[in-house]
């Protein structure tokens, strides 16, 4: 069985200052990893996604996030977080064998002050 | 990019009443369609996958008789909710996915139901 973690429930930052959202993983095979983000009642936007390739993967709005298989993490970062990051983020692994179903985690609450 | 229509965006509702949810999507065959709850600031709790044509595969712990889906074409799923109770209310989002699991899932804008 896979399965996502987020160690964080809230992570604050400053404006202008680098962000980091933490995800570790586990799967059996090689694991297809996403970043989804969530604003206020909408739906989840597709950030990025890790398959194959570089560690380093980059995404929409200036994410990007880095593939460790070693420590089984995918964590999301950003360089120069704006008041606009501020929603919830979620990771996710894909099973590429049962359908196709995605395991989420339990989200982080990205607060980003001016 | 993708686009995942839901509809409608929120409905309100009294006890006992049946609600229709449709998800759409508007560029792409979504040979399957993901059907999720999410209460408020948790993640999302998947309760049904359906794949064009066939029935749909419930989660453990989900009322197929009480949440109906239905995925009779390659752009259209819908769910519907039976004999809805205050206990239904809750934030219900679809996702749909093409043929390649490779690819991200794409989302509908989720619909608020609230069953007074």
């Known amino acids: 069985a896979q399965s996502v973690a987020q160690p964080e429930d809230q992570v604050n930052v400053a404006e202008g200052n680098p962000l980091t959202v933490k995800c570790t993983y586990s799967?059996?095979?090689?694991?297809?990893l996403f970043w989804y983000v969530q604003y206020p009642n909408r739906g989840l936007q597709f950030l990025l996604k890790?398959?194959?390739?570089?560690?380093l993967v980059k995404g929409s709005y200036g994410f990007e996030a880095e593939f460790n298989k070693s420590q089984t993490s995918f964590h999301l970062k950003k360089p120069s977080a704006l008041v606009s990051d501020s929603a919830l983020y979620f990771c996710?692994?894909?099973?590429?064998?049962?359908?196709?179903?995605?395991?989420f985690g339990d989200g982080t609450t990205l607060t980003v002050k001016p | 990019g993708a686009v995942v229509s839901q509809h409608p965006s929120w409905v309100i509702c009294k006890s006992g009443t049946s609600v229709k949810i449709e998800c759409r999507s508007l560029?792409?065959?979504?040979?399957?369609m993901f059907w999720y709850r999410q209460f408020p600031k948790q993640s999302l709790m998947l309760m049904a996958t359906?794949?064009?044509?066939?029935?749909?595969?419930?989660e453990q712990g989900v009322e197929k008789d009480k949440f109906l889906i239905n995925h009779a074409s390659l752009t259209l799923s819908t769910l519907t909710v039976t004999s809805a109770h205050p206990e239904d209310s809750s934030f219900y989002i679809c996702?749909?996915?093409?043929?390649?699991?490779?690819?991200?899932?794409?989302f509908g804008d989720g619909t608020r139901l609230s069953i007074l």
């Open positions: 799967v059996s095979g090689n694991p297809y």
């Open positions: 560029d792409f065959q979504a040979t399957t």
């Open positions: 359906s794949n064009e044509g066939s029935k749909a595969t419930y």
């Open positions: 890790y398959i194959t390739g570089d560690n």
């Open positions: 996702s749909a996915s093409g043929g390649q699991r490779n690819q991200p899932q794409h």
């Open positions: 996710a692994v894909r099973d590429m064998s049962n359908a196709g179903k995605s395991t």
